[in-house]
């Protein structure tokens, strides 16, 4: 059971992304990374909780996410595939998404791409950060955060690892409380 359900709290909206040490998040609709280690702490963080991401992100992926409710903003009323919740609007996705961790007693896991982030950052409570210590050219950035606003929460180093492209840095971060 989360911290959420036991507070009795209503579920937040948590962003998680990995980016270059160039802010680069995306090439050709393509992560330009591989990190097995970081794919494993993406699922243990997401597993469990619905995650809602835009229709490309979801074709970049390519199938739904095992043990999650997956949840694809799309403005294309004949997209659809088998095991996805596809809404029209992002509105729309994130009520259907509350409505899921709710049950579940867990938070909202936004998992992409940079529309989507740029469109919440001012709605979410925590970032979940992977650095990516390389600078690849690509073609979609991170949305430009206002670090100020965010209080860093837990930090992990990882070399990389056999299967990985890069070291790379896991990084929590929770909205600073607005006075």
Same mark, same amino acid.
């Given at each position: 059971?989360? &911290?959420?359900?036991?507070?009795?709290?209503?579920?937040?909206?948590?962003?998680?992304?990995?980016?270059?040490?160039?802010?680069v998040?995306?090439?050709?609709?393509k992560?330009?990374?591989? =990190?097995?280690s970081?794919?494993?702490?993406?699922?243990? =963080?997401?597993?469990?909780?619905p995650?809602?991401?835009?229709?490309?992100?979801? =074709?970049?992926?390519?199938?739904?996410l095992?043990?999650?409710?997956?949840?694809?903003? $799309?403005?294309?009323?004949?997209?659809?595939a088998?095991?996805?919740?596809?809404?029209?609007?992002?509105?729309?996705?994130?009520?259907? &998404?509350?409505?899921?961790?709710?049950?579940?007693?867990?938070?909202?896991?936004?998992?992409?791409?940079? +529309?989507?982030?740029?469109?919440?950052?001012?709605?979410?409570?925590?970032? +979940?950060?992977?650095r990516?210590?390389l600078?690849?050219?690509?073609?979609?950035?991170?949305?430009?955060? +206002?670090?100020?606003?965010?209080q +860093?929460?837990?930090?992990?180093?990882?070399?990389?690892g056999?299967?990985?492209?890069?070291?790379f840095t896991?990084? $929590?971060?929770?909205?600073?409380?607005?006075q």
């Open positions: 059971m989360s &911290a959420n359900s036991e507070a009795n709290k209503p579920p937040q909206i948590v962003l998680v992304v990995a980016a270059a040490d160039n802010d998040i995306g090439a050709d609709g992560l330009p990374w591989h =990190l097995r970081d794919l494993r702490h993406f699922r243990a =963080l997401t597993m469990g909780k995650v809602v991401m835009g229709r490309k992100t979801y =074709l970049s992926i390519g199938r739904p095992p043990g999650r409710t997956n949840v694809v903003v $799309s403005r294309d009323p004949a997209f659809a088998p095991g996805l919740l596809v809404a029209p609007t992002l509105h729309t996705a994130l009520s259907a &998404a509350r409505g899921d961790a709710l049950r579940r007693g867990s938070d909202i896991m936004v998992i992409g791409g940079a +529309e989507i982030f740029a469109q919440l950052l001012s709605a979410a409570a925590r970032l +979940e950060l992977t990516v210590h600078r690849p050219q690509g073609d979609v950035l991170l949305p430009t955060i +206002e670090w100020s606003q965010w +860093e929460t837990a930090r992990r180093d990882l070399p990389q056999p299967h990985d492209d890069a070291p896991v990084t $929590s971060y929770r909205r600073i409380a607005q």
